[in-house]
C-alpha cells in the first residue's frame, strides 16, 4: 500500500493564528542534532512535519502548522534540545471540531 | 491585577470544567484560565461521552447539551493487510433513554460545559496562558500569566492543564513525561450527508455506531485506532505509544494515511470532506505513571494526573471525576476552615482510590508492560487470527478438520504452542 501524502495538504484545512516572529518552540543547540542525535527522531514524529532534515544534516523548525500536541518535545529525551512552551494566549491553533 | 480568589483552575476542559462548575456552584470565588481562544478550541478527543460521569454534574445536560449520536453498536475490529476479523455488539437496549454512551465534538462540547460553569458563577478569562506557578517556598500561592501584570493569587490551585502538564513539571512536582507512557493519535473529521452515515452503519435518527479497532493498522506499535459516527461526519483515528513511533521512525500521518486506505474502511469513508487534522497526546502510561497529585496548595486532576484508562478508553469521565472530587476536597476543608495544606488535601487522593478511577487504574497496572514486551499482539496475532478465519471460510474442497490442523499448524509455526500459551497466561495475570 503505497499511500504517500503532504501532510501541507491535510494542515490547509485548519486554523491558526500565528504570532509572527515568537515561535513557541525552538531547538536549543542546532550542532546536537547534526553530530549528537543519530536518528533525528523529531523529523518523523511530527504530527504536522514540523521538522524537516536538511541535506547537510541540520534541522529545520518551522512552528506555522504546529498542532501542539508535545510530541517533539517528550521525544528528544535523549538530549533535551529543545525548548516547548504553549504559544501566547489565544494564538496558535483553533481547532473548530477538535 | 493584585486581586485573590479563593481557588484558580488552569484549563477549561472536562476536568477543569467540572471542578470550577462544583467550586462555584459552592459559593467559592473561583477564576479559570484558558490559553485557547474559546474552551475546547485547543481539544481533541475521539470523542465519546459516558453519560454517568457528566449526570453526577449536570443532571439535566440532556436538554441542551450538544450530543451528535448516542451508541447503539460497538465494533471491535482486528486488522490484517487486506482484512478484518472481529465482533460487533448491537443492542436495542442502547436505543432506549436514558442513553449511555454518545460521540460528541470537543470544540463543541467543551464550549457548551463552559456556558454551564460561568452559568454557575465562575469567571473564565480566555486566551490566557498561565507561564508560571507562584510560589512561596513550597506552597503554590497563585499563577503568572503571559498578559500584562499578569500576577493572579488564590488559596487553593487546580491543574487542569492536560497531558503535557507543563506546569507541574516546571514546578518540579514530577519529572517530564516518558515517551512509554504516552501515546500520540492523529485524526481527521470527514462530514458527509446525515444520510450517507446512517445507511452505512445500518442506523436511523440519533443512534450511532463505534469502531475500536487493533492490529496491522499500527504496524507493530502499541497502538489503537477509531472511527466514530457522529451525525453528519466521522471521526477517524490512530494513536501509538511516542516509545514505538520514536524506535520505528513512522511517520503519524502516513500511518493514519495507509489504515483510510485499508479496503475495509475506505468505503466507509467515501466521498466524505475531511474538514480538520488533529493531532493530541494521550497519557497511557496507567497506574504505575501517576505523579504526585496534591501538595501546599495544589492538586491535579484529568489528563495531566495521567487519568486515562487505555484498556476502555476512558479518560474524560476520569478527568470530570478527578475535578469534582478536587474541588469537593476544597469545598470540604472551606467549610472547616481547615488550610490547604499537603496533609489536608490527602483526602482529594482518598477520594480517587475509593473511586473507579484508581481502582481500575489499578486492575490494568501491568497492562502497559505486557504491551510494550510483546509487540506480537498487534503483528503475529492480528495476521494469524485473520488467516485462520479466511481459510476456514474458503471454500475449496478441503475438509474443515484438515483446515483445522493447518490452522493450527500455522499458529504453532508462528508462535510456539509456548509462546501461545504464554502470552495467554501474560493477558490473563494483566486482566486479572
Ligand atoms: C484522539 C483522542 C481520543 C480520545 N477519545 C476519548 C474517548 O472517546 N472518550 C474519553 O472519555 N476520552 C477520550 N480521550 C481522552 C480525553 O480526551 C481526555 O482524557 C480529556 O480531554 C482530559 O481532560 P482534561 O480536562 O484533563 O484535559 P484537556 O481536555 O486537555 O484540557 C486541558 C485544558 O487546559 C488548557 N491549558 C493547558 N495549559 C494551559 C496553560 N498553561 N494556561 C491556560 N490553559 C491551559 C488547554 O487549552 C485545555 O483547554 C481521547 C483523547 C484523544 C487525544
Ligand atoms: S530529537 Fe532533539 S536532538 Fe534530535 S534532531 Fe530533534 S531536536 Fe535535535
Ligand atoms: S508540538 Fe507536536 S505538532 Fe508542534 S512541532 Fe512539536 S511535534 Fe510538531
Redesign the interface.
Same mark, same amino acid.
Given at each position: 500500500?503505497s499511500?504517500?501524502?503532504k501532510?501541507e495538504e491535510?494542515?490547509f484545512?485548519?486554523r491558526y493564528?500565528v504570532d509572527g516572529g515568537r515561535p513557541h518552540i525552538q531547538i536549543k543547540d542546532a550542532e546536537v542534532c547534526v553530530s549528537q542525535c543519530g536518528?533525528q527522531?523529531c523529523t518523523?514524529?511530527c504530527?504536522?512535519?514540523c521538522y524537516t532534515q536538511e541535506n547537510n544534516g541540520r534541522v529545520v523548525l518551522i512552528t506555522d502548522g504546529c498542532?501542539?500536541?508535545?510530541?517533539c518535545?517528550?521525544?528528544c529525551?535523549d538530549f533535551?534540545n529543545v525548548t516547548?512552551?504553549?504559544?501566547?494566549?489565544?494564538y496558535?491553533?483553533?481547532?473548530?471540531?477538535? | 491585577m493584585a486581586e485573590k480568589f479563593d481557588a484558580i483552575v488552569v484549563g477549561a476542559g472536562p476536568s477543569g470544567n467540572a471542578a470550577a462548575y462544583t467550586l462555584a456552584k459552592a459559593g467559592m470565588k473561583v477564576l479559570q484560565l484558558e490559553?485557547? +481562544?474559546y474552551p475546547? $478550541?485547543?481539544?481533541? &478527543?475521539g470523542?465519546i461521552l459516558y453519560a454517568d460521569a457528566l449526570e453526577k454534574i449536570i443532571p439535566d445536560f440532556r436538554d441542551d447539551a450538544p450530543l451528535e449520536r448516542h451508541i447503539i453498536e460497538q465494533r471491535m475490529w482486528v486488522l490484517d493487510?487486506e482484512s478484518y476479523i472481529g465482533t460487533h455488539y448491537r443492542s436495542d437496549d442502547f436505543n432506549k433513554p436514558p442513553y449511555n454512551r454518545y460521540t460528541i465534538?470537543?470544540? *463543541?462540547f467543551?464550549k457548551w460545559f463552559s456556558e454551564k460553569v460561568q452559568e454557575a458563577g465562575a469567571m473564565l478569562i480566555? +486566551? !490566557? !496562558?498561565v $507561564?508560571d506557578l507562584l510560589m512561596d517556598g513550597k506552597r503554590v500561592i497563585g499563577v503568572q !500569566?503571559?498578559?500584562l501584570g499578569g500576577e493572579i493569587y488564590a488559596d487553593i490551585v487546580i491543574l487542569a492543564d492536560g497531558?503535557?502538564s507543563?506546569l507541574a513539571t516546571k514546578a518540579g512536582f514530577h519529572p517530564? #513525561?516518558?515517551?512509554k507512557n504516552?501515546a500520540?493519535a492523529?485524526k481527521?473529521?470527514h462530514f458527509m450527508p446525515q444520510e450517507t452515515v446512517e445507511a452505512r452503519f445500518n442506523v436511523q435518527g440519533d443512534a450511532g455506531v463505534v469502531i475500536e479497532m487493533a492490529g496491522k493498522i499500527t504496524q507493530g506499535m502499541m497502538g489503537t485506532g477509531f472511527l466514530y459516527t457522529n451525525k453528519e $461526519?466521522l471521526t477517524i483515528g490512530v494513536g501509538c505509544m511516542?516509545s514505538d513511533?520514536?524506535k520505528q =521512525? #513512522? $511517520?503519524?500521518? &502516513?500511518l493514519l494515511? *495507509?489504515m =483510510?486506505?485499508h479496503p475495509s474502511i475506505a468505503p466507509i469513508l467515501e466521498g466524505g470532506e475531511? =474538514? +480538520?487534522? !488533529?493531532?493530541?497526546?494521550i497519557p497511557e502510561g496507567g497506574y504505575k505513571a501517576i505523579p504526585q497529585v496534591f501538595g501546599d496548595g495544589w492538586m491535579i486532576v484529568g489528563d495531566a494526573a495521567m487519568f486515562v484508562n487505555a484498556m476502555h478508553r476512558e479518560g474524560s469521565n476520569l478527568a470530570m471525576t478527578s475535578g469534582c472530587f478536587a474541588a469537593e476536597t476544597v469545598i470540604e476543608l472551606a467549610d472547616k476552615q481547615k488550610p490547604f495544606t499537603a496533609k489536608n488535601l490527602a483526602r482529594y487522593r482518598e477520594k480517587l482510590d475509593a473511586s473507579f478511577v484508581i481502582k481500575d487504574l489499578k486492575k490494568y497496572k501491568n497492562m502497559p508492560d505486557v504491551f510494550h514486551a510483546n509487540s506480537q499482539f498487534f503483528t503475529t496475532y492480528p495476521e494469524m487470527l485473520n488467516q485462520a478465519a479466511h481459510k476456514m471460510l474458503t471454500v475449496d474442497g478441503v475438509d474443515k478438520k484438515t483446515k483445522e490442523k493447518q490452522i493450527m499448524a500455522n499458529f504453532k509455526h508462528r508462535r510456539s504452542l509456548f509462546g501461545l500459551m504464554g502470552d495467554a497466561l501474560k493477558l490473563w495475570r494483566a486482566f486479572e
Open positions: 500500500m499511500t504517500h501524502v501532510v491535510k494542515l484545512q485548519n493564528r536518528t527522531p518523523v514524529c504530527p504536522a512535519g498542532l501542539e500536541c508535545g510530541t518535545r517528550i521525544i529525551d533535551r516547548w512552551e504553549y504559544p501566547r494566549g489565544g496558535g491553533v483553533l481547532f473548530k471540531f477538535g | 490559553r485557547g +481562544e475546547g $478550541s485547543k481539544n481533541v &478527543q470523542a493487510d465534538i470537543r470544540a *463543541q467543551d480566555c +486566551e !490566557t !496562558t $507561564s !500569566t503571559d498578559r497531558v503535557n507543563l517530564e #513525561i516518558e515517551p504516552v500520540l492523529v481527521e473529521i $461526519s511516542l513511533l520514536k =521512525k #513512522i $511517520s503519524p500521518y &502516513q494515511e *495507509q =483510510k486506505a475531511m =474538514k +480538520e487534522y !488533529t493531532a493530541h497526546l
